[in-house]
């Protein structure tokens, strides 16, 4: 019996040892594997529920043997289900980084219902449809959650207690092909985690979060890189008339004209002329243009007294008694109008006219130079003179007051009559000693105004150019378009220089053009 006792014991203690060579290299095995699958991804606890129906099985040899390693899809369903607190726990495999990962991926409302529902989900090819055809990779994921199972098995009870996994054939090991294609996927649907997740869920989601935004940015770069302007051929707005493309035919037009005429405005061309030395000095000291009061004041011009530039300095009195030309003294009588050229009356005193466009300031003149105002009507309308009116300066001279030519308020016949009784009195009047043209110096001569020069050049009539209103402008455009003028008809033969400026206004030149005009009555024979 000893001999049989002790045999017995020895035969025990070698099957036990047999036992634990097997177990020993089953552990040896899975260390093995999980050494080579998982790459060192599944770092993290897994937890694996049951020992059976979890993706392991016993074969014949009592070697424990993944379910579903013939790469068929496998299906796991939760052996219980607790509820505590209100919240569903699903008993499932695996709950590894990369689980959750694509777990998120799939997410999915859809999911979880399914999930509640029936308790069961696809283990393997659960995430998407797409994924089917990476078969190949879905085969080696496969391995890995298999081996995960068999780290949770292991782990899971030490721990005793399991809580919600989620298992899902995606592992870590993804290729890049793989991500991006879960990008597209993901695109669609917002990714949401259901189930309740512990911290490393949270980092995965963090890392995944992140992941994903970065593809997002990714996404977004691409499409901004990818963004074209659109350029409408037929907008001209935005484009430089160099940049090639076909520009409108207007446009090209005007760009050859600037190219071939680079002509100054007219404003710029005034701007331009440099009147003469002599010009300047008499716009200075007739202190002609516009000038501010004080500086009347300071040259002992009497400001409150009506055309004080036409008084004396420092004189208070302004009677035409003081006026230096005895011709003007007269009292300036009106004593004929004419409509027509037979109605003028018998040329018995030398005669000065004046003419000009309306509004120029004719009226005007003729009140300054004799310093009687009201004598002959001024209005600020033009045409107000319709009629050659005829004033006498005592018995020596004769003022003629013309009606005025363009612009006026009456009809077109009216004013066509004006001029053509306006032509024939200039270029027949016998008497006529000069003819004072008016210029407004602001807006200088007009086609009319060339049209009467033609035709007193013609008919060899004596003109004057005086430019009207100087007090609008800047003295340096009033010599400027003295100078303009003096230039454009220096070539004319019945053209009397200078060109007077005054100001029916201020009074300023006023004297100067008594002057002159005075000498045309001292040696006017009849
Ligand atoms: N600032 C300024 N205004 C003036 C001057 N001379 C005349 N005026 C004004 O110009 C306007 C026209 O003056 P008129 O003397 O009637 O002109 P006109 O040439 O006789 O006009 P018609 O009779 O219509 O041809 C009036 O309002 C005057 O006050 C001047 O030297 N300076
Ligand atoms: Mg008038």
Redesign the pocket.
């Known amino acids: 019996m000893s001999t049989e006792a002790s045999l017995r014991g020895k035969l025990s203690k070698k099957l036990k040892l047999a036992v634990n060579t097997s177990n020993n290299s089953k552990k040896g095995k899975a260390q093995a594997r999980r050494k080579n699958g998982l790459k060192g991804d599944l770092k993290t606890k897994e937890f694996q529920s049951g020992e059976q129906g979890n993706g392991w099985e016993f074969d014949e040899g009592k070697n424990m043997k993944p379910l579903g390693s013939n790469g068929r899809k496998k299906r796991i369903y939760a052996q219980a289900e607790q509820k505590t607190d209100g919240k569903v726990k699903s008993y499932l495999g695996t709950s590894t980084r990369a689980s959750r990962k694509a777990a998120k991926k799939v997410n999915s409302d859809e999911f979880v219902k399914e999930n509640t529902s029936d308790r069961s989900m696809w283990v393997s090819n659960a995430t998407s449809q797409a994924k089917r055809s990476s078969s190949s990779k879905i085969k080696i994921t496969k391995e890995k959650v298999q081996l995960s199972n068999a780290k949770g098995k292991a782990q899971g009870k030490e721990m005793g207690k399991i809580e919600s996994v989620m298992i899902d054939d995606s592992g870590n090991g993804l290729s890049k092909k793989h991500r991006q294609h879960k990008a597209e996927l993901s695109k669609g649907k917002k990714q949401k985690v259901v189930s309740p997740l512990n911290s490393t869920k949270g980092k995965a989601r963090d890392k995944t979060g992140l992941d994903d935004d970065l593809e997002m940015q990714d996404d977004q770069t691409k499409k901004k890189k990818k963004r074209v302007i659109r350029i409408d051929p037929y907008d001209t707005s935005n484009k430089r008339l160099d940049d090639g493309i076909v520009i409108d035919g207007s446009v090209k037009k005007k760009k050859k004209e600037l190219e071939e005429k680079p002509e100054m405005s007219k404003n710029a061309q005034f701007r331009a002329i440099q009147p003469s030395p002599s010009i300047l000095s008499f716009v200075e000291d007739n202190l002609l243009g516009r000038r501010r009061l004080i500086e009347l004041k300071r040259a002992g011009y009497n400001i409150d007294l009506s055309a004080p530039l036409d008084n004396v300095p420092f004189s208070t009195s302004s009677e035409r008694e003081r006026i230096e030309e005895n011709i003007f003294r007269n009292k300036l009588e009106f004593f004929a109008a004419a409509k027509v050229s037979s109605s003028f009356p018998p040329p018995n005193l030398p005669e000065i006219a004046f003419a ?1 466009r ?8 003729l009140n300054s130079l004799t310093r009687q105002w009201g004598v002959v009507r ?8 319709q009629t050659i009116n005829f004033f006498k300066l005592g018995s020596k001279l004769c003022l003629v ?1 013309l ?2 030519y363009g612009f ?1 308020y009456a009809k077109e016949e009216v004013k066509e009559a004006w001029e053509d009784l306006v032509k024939e009195y200039v270029s027949t009047r016998v008497g006529l000693r000069r003819v004072c043209l ?1 210029i407004d110096t602001k807006w200088g001569m007009k086609p009319r105004d060339h049209e009467l020069i033609e035709l007193m050049e013609r008919s060899q009539t004596k003109y004057q150019i005086c430019l ?5 402008v800047f003295p340096i455009d009033v010599a400027r378009r003295a100078m303009q003028i003096e230039e454009s008809l220096k070539e004319n033969k019945s053209l009397v220089q200078p060109v007077m400026m ?4 201020t009074g300023a030149g006023i004297r100067s053009l008594r002057t002159v005009l005075s000498k045309i009555a001292r040696f006017a024979k009849l």
Request: aromatic share 0%.
């Open positions: 000009g309306s509004n120029v300031g004719k009226s005007s003149l001024v209005s600020d309308k033009p045409g107000l003179t007051d009606p005025g006026a008016l009207t209103k100087t007090d609008v005054v100001s029916s206004k």
